[in-house]
């Protein structure tokens, strides 16, 4: 078994889908809908961004496994899991937003034999999307501009007061700035 990078399966979900989205708003999204942890609520959440959806129960086999085409989501012992790839031997998929590579048998122990699968079409899109990706440009243009200015004042300070000559009072700027910065990012988040 091999793991691999965290990621949210339904943001996940949403970019193998190709759907337009912005990361704030389906995190947020996902992460406060008081059912994601079930089918309804899964299946709730595609149909508001328009996404065409079906949940179903197979046997839990091979065979019905290479009957689908991933991205999927799987029902599994843990919760719902997103396969993202799968062939012969193994099953690429995302367990507890982990992505993780098994070996097919591994899988079929622990999967439920519940699919459900989703298919995007031209109307597929995040609620607001424009608005959305507006507030996310700007607040990533704001944090650009707050890191520039804190790095041209400690380029200026250094560089024209010879201010590099006292390393306690560039610590205390420098950290200053950090603290700043981390501030600003805590009430951007808190705000979203």
């Known amino acids: 078994m091999t793991v691999m990078k965290k990621q949210n399966i339904f943001t996940l979900f949403l970019s193998l889908l190709k759907v337009k989205h912005t990361s704030n708003y389906s995190n947020k999204y996902f992460d406060e809908h008081p059912n994601k942890n079930n089918l309804l609520g899964i299946s709730q959440m595609l149909s508001n961004y328009k996404i065409e959806n079906i949940a179903f129960k197979v046997d839990p086999t091979k065979d019905s496994l290479k009957e689908i ?19 012969n031997e193994q ?34 899109i995040e609620p607001e999307y424009t608005k959305n990706k507006k507030q ?14 804190i790095l041209i004042i400690i380029i200026k300070l250094v560089t024209i007061s010879k ?21 600003f990012t805590s009430f951007e988040t808190t705000e979203n």
């Open 69 to 87: 085409e991933p991205p999927f989501l799987v029902h599994v012992k843990d919760g719902f899991s997103l396969v993202t790839g799968l062939n």
């Open 163 to 183: 201010f590099y000559n006292d390393w306690g009072l560039l610590t205390a700027t420098l950290l200053n700035g950090i603290g700043i910065y981390m501030l």
């Open 91 to 124: 099953i690429e998929l995302y367990i507890k937003e982990e992505k993780i590579l098994l070996p097919i048998d591994n899988f079929i122990r622990m999967w439920s034999g519940v699919i459900l699968v989703g298919e995007a079409n031209e109307k597929s």
């Open 136 to 149: 996310e440009l700007i607040g990533t243009f704001i944090k650009s501009c707050l890191s520039l200015s």
